[in-house]
């Protein structure tokens, strides 16, 4: 209550901020006359002006006022835009590194050239990030005019691009670029083996745009690089067979979790069948054995009971394409984790591709979390405010309108069922359509948006449906949504980043219809009819009442609700939006209220009857906050999980990035050997035991194997008073000289490079199967809560003692394979650093090598939906990029491999011995 007084009486914190950030704005004005005074060209001086202050000691706070002032006067003189002072604020607020929530239609990109402009005069570079590559292209060339008026580069990245344009863009003043593009380049940087291969520069400053989207929604699921593994596409046909076989009864399902699992007499009745198809070892189905047989079950399972055609993904040209739940955009080439994917095609009776297994792995979180300064924009920030603040330590600071909101938000109205629901949803859009009011219907699904089509073609009324299934001129669409009469059916979210004016939108209208007409009098009156009609239809729109906006009914989130009301009610624009919703609809569902209420209103409730009460809607905005909260928990367990692994992934790459720069790496290695002979001879000889109790035997073995040494150390015990540390000496003195006469056969140069090779190879390796075990240890260490262990905390402990592990095992690989492998004495060009793969070179190249592909991957580890782009490259031959030959250690590596050689002629090394028993042994 007094909370409430003190609000009332001084105003919110958010608005107490936004006033205290007036001053700033008028010394912005202050500059706009003398701004408005210069010349074009001292107008485009003021950047090296601004570079010369910061040179002489001033900061980029200094200069905000004139630099945005400069900015303003820019953006006046080329685009015939003037930021308002609210612009300004929200300017402010994203220099600041905080996140400004403007509504729909204030100019959200315009405000970004403020900030933009301010932190991109140092010279660092700055990204602004989009949500798709159509607003990187767009936004870029569009205030790239203001930037590259006052005399910043612009670049932008989009898919297609090759390694040095990519490294071009990244190197300019300004990059536009989805958060997609920016992470798979991240992890691709750190798989190359030249420093000057990476395309990244450190980074400096990121404005993310639709911050919510990308920082939230998208942040679930981490982004991958992963090649494939084994083909196992005749299992998944053969089980997947089974399930389809199958009586609801042996199964139960839970929606919430979006998880399937098999009864007792499920369990028993798969065992039958899969041992009648011949797929079954033996007669229990949870023997080790079947393991393989119980992941294909359980991901069928999911397939066939949980995930639903044109709700989850659609079929098209022989694929299966994933639906992004929260967009209903079509996520062409991206692929569900851990052979769902796979069982799902298997479903439908499409060409099942490999599974993959993973190379590099990042969150968004950890990912935006490298940028020294972060902010963002979007229209829905709030009702996630403490999340932005807990993962990104970014405050949500809420811009006030240009003007006020018009726009009017009715109750919602509920029905007993869907058919009811649409039918009344039909007769209001077909009322508004008669009165020439235009309407925009946010549906669910593609199933959804296409019922509804149904029920307006019954009712006669001309609609646009917009869905995955449509999806190529959707800005198009939803940018002539507000045209008088207009009714567009589309999933939520569809032509985020389009704006909808009233009346329609002229620039699309001229590109469209104006595609093939020349430059000249004919054109330029074509233009100004056009102009005029969308005037005159916009005048007859605000009189029937603006853009009308449906939804048809709740999301899990607060804020796809209020982005798709955000579409009307803009820049003081009349409007009005509703929601339609009944008991069959998902959030009602699934996470509504209990049964009593259920049973109330279908007893209460006649067909087609409808009910409003503002205390529906709260019980409904109840709903939500409990699956947000939910939802949070589970993108909070990733981060968690991700963090530990971070910590890991920034030690490697470190270490790569030293390893890369170094002129030579023969002291590391140098380390590595003594440290794995210090291991070798701690294990067979551990300090403080007695020499009887020494295993002999095994220091001898693993001392051949390793460092390729036959050690007297049966000598050596006939020695008093032996002790380890004098083993561990001599073994290090004999490695050290066996090594040196190695390197004496090659030049200095070539050894360096050979070891450096051999060392990030080694690395990158033992990387991708760390990654892959840490995935597994993910999967199955919530069984550790049974015994009243916390998971993450035992995840944590577990991860470091197999990172120390691996960390063992990589030192153990270079030194064996240094010591014992044969080298091929090359002239110098040969024994450069190895080509780098296409796969890292040209991101969507395509092409098989050895019969493999590479998948980059944006992957849900809990609802397994992934989100990026498969991309088919070749993954480099590990003998052949390091030029290993003749190795004990690497089987590939025989220099006569493939030649007409009898296996029992002479080897043609000179060994003497039988090529069989030489290097035809290694085939």
């Known amino acids: 209550m007094f909370g409430s007084i003190a609000k009332a009486m001084f105003g919110s914190s958010n608005d107490r901020y936004v006033k205290s950030l007036d001053k700033i704005v008028r010394k912005i004005a202050d500059f706009e006359p003398a701004m408005e005074a210069l010349s074009e060209d001292a107008l485009k001086a003021q950047t090296q002006k601004f570079r010369d202050d910061l040179a002489n000691g001033q900061t980029i706070d200094d200069i905000l006022p004139e630099a945005f002032a400069t900015c303003r006067e820019a953006s006046r003189r080329v685009l015939g835009m003037r930021h308002f002072d609210v612009q300004m604020i929200g300017g402010i607020v994203l220099h600041r590194g905080e996140i400004a929530e403007m509504r729909t239609g204030e100019g959200k990109t315009l405000v970004a050239t403020l900030a933009t402009y301010l932190n991109a005069i140092e010279g660092k570079g700055v990204h602004v990030v989009t949500v798709n590559d159509y607003l990187a292209k767009r936004d870029a060339g569009w205030m790239g005019q203001i930037y590259e008026y006052l005399g910043l580069t612009v670049g932008v990245i989009v898919p297609n691009m090759n390694e040095e344009e990519r490294r071009i863009a990244y190197d300019s003043d300004i990059t536009y670029a989805t958060n997609n593009e920016l992470g798979f380049d991240y992890l691709r940087d750190n798989m190359k083996h030249d420093r000057g291969m990476m395309v990244h520069r450190p980074f400096n400053y990121a404005i993310v745009d639709e911050v919510d989207s990308i920082l939230i929604d998208e942040a679930r699921t981490p982004l991958i690089i992963s090649g494939p593994t084994d083909d196992k596409s005749d299992l998944y046909v053969s089980v997947d067979a089974v399930i389809k076989r199958i009586d609801p009864v042996h199964y139960e399902a839970d929606e919430k979790q979006r998880s399937v699992t098999l009864t007792e007499d499920g369990v028993e009745w ?6 009648s198809g011949g797929l079954l070892e033996g007669s229990n189905l949870y023997d080790m054995e079947n393991t393989m047989v119980v992941h294909h079950l359980d991901q069928a399972l999911k397939a066939n009971v949980m995930f639903k055609r044109d709700i989850d993904y659609i079929v098209k040209d022989g694929k299966i394409i994933i639906i992004d739940e929260n967009t209903g955009r079509m996520m062409d080439g991206r692929r569900w984790s851990n052979g769902l994917h796979q069982a799902v095609e298997a479903k439908e009776g499409v060409r099942i591709e490999p599974e993959n297994q993973t190379m590099a792995t990042i969150t968004f979180q950890n990912f935006f979390r490298m940028y ?127 704006d909808i004016k009233l009346g329609g939108n002229a620039e699309f209208r001229i590109e469209d219809e104006l595609a093939g007409v020349p430059e000249g009098p004919e054109r330029e009156a074509a233009i100004a009819k056009i102009e005029a009609e969308v005037d005159e239809a916009k005048r007859k729109v605000v009189e029937a009442g603006g853009l009308c906006v449906i939804g048809t009914e709740r999301h899990e989130s607060r804020r796809i609700d209020n982005q798709l009301r955000g579409r009307s009610g803009r820049q003081g624009d009349p409007g009005l939006s509703k929601f339609y919703l009944c008991l069959e609809d998902d959030l009602l569902r699934i996470f509504g209220p209990d049964t009593m209420f259920s049973r109330m209103m279908n007893a209460n409730l006649a067909d087609g009857e409808a009910i409003g009460s503002r205390y529906l809607s709260k019980a409904i905005e109840i709903a939500q906050k409990k699956v947000e909260a939910r939802n949070y928990d589970i993108r909070k367990q990733v981060v968690e999980y991700d963090d530990v692994m971070n910590d890991q992934r920034k030690v490697i790459y470190e270490q790569r990035s030293d390893i890369m720069d170094s002129a030579a790496v023969g002291d590391v290695v140098v380390d590595m050997r003594q440290d794995t002979i210090n291991a070798l001879v701690g294990d067979a000889c551990p300090p403080g035991s007695y020499p009887e109790q020494w295993n002999i035997e095994q220091l001898k073995t693993r001392t051949l194997e390793v460092l390729g040494l036959a050690v007297p150390v049966d000598d050596w015990m006939q020695e008093d008073h032996l002790e380890p540390s004098v083993i561990d000496e001599r073994v290090c003195a004999a490695a050290d000289a066996h090594m040196e006469a190695r390197i004496a056969a090659f030049e200095p140069d070539a050894w360096a490079n050979l070891e450096k090779s051999i060392l990030l190879e080694r690395l990158d390796h033992h990387w991708k199967e760390h990654l892959a075990t840490l995935d597994a240890l993910r999967q199955v260490v919530f069984l550790r809560a049974y015994a009243q262990k916390t998971p993450i905390n035992e995840y944590k402990q577990e991860a470091f003692g197999l990172f120390e592990k691996m960390l063992d095992g990589i030192r153990e690989d270079v030194t064996r394979i240094l010591m014992t492998a044969e080298f091929r004495a090359a002239p110098m060009d040969a024994m450069q650093l190895p080509d780098l793969p296409d796969f890292l070179t040209q991101p969507n190249f395509g092409g098989p090598n050895f019969g493999e592909n590479m998948v980059f991957s944006h992957l849900d580890p809990l609802t397994g939906q992934d989100d990026a782009q498969s991309l088919r490259t070749p993954i480099p031959s590990p003998a052949s990029a390091l030029g290993l030959i003749g190795s004990p250690a690497m089987a590939a590596g025989n220099p006569w491999a493939g030649q007409d050689i009898s296996r029992n002629a002479p080897c043609p090394c000179g060994s003497g011995e039988k090529y069989k028993h030489c290097h035809g042994a290694t085939v």
């Open 372 to 498: 020294p300064k972060l902010s963002g924009m979007t229209g829905t920030a709030a009702t996630e405010a403490p999340e932005f603040f807990d993962i990104y330590k970014m405050n949500v600071v809420t811009i006030p309108t240009n003007v006020p909101v018009l726009r009017v938000d009715e109750e919602d109205e509920f029905y007993k069922n869907t058919h009811d629901k649409f039918g009344a949803i039909a007769k209001l859009i077909r009322e508004k359509y008669e009165s020439g009011q235009p309407v925009l219907v946010g549906t669910v699904s593609i199933e959804k948006s296409e019922l509804l089509s149904e029920f307006l073609n019954a009712e006669g009324v001309v609609h646009n449906v917009l869905n995955a299934r449509f999806h190529e001129r959707e800005a198009h669409i939803v940018a002539q949504a507000g045209s008088l009469g207009a009714v567009t059916v589309a999933t939520n979210m569809a032509g985020r980043g389009t």
């Open 270 to 275: 798969a065992e039958r069948e899969l041992e």
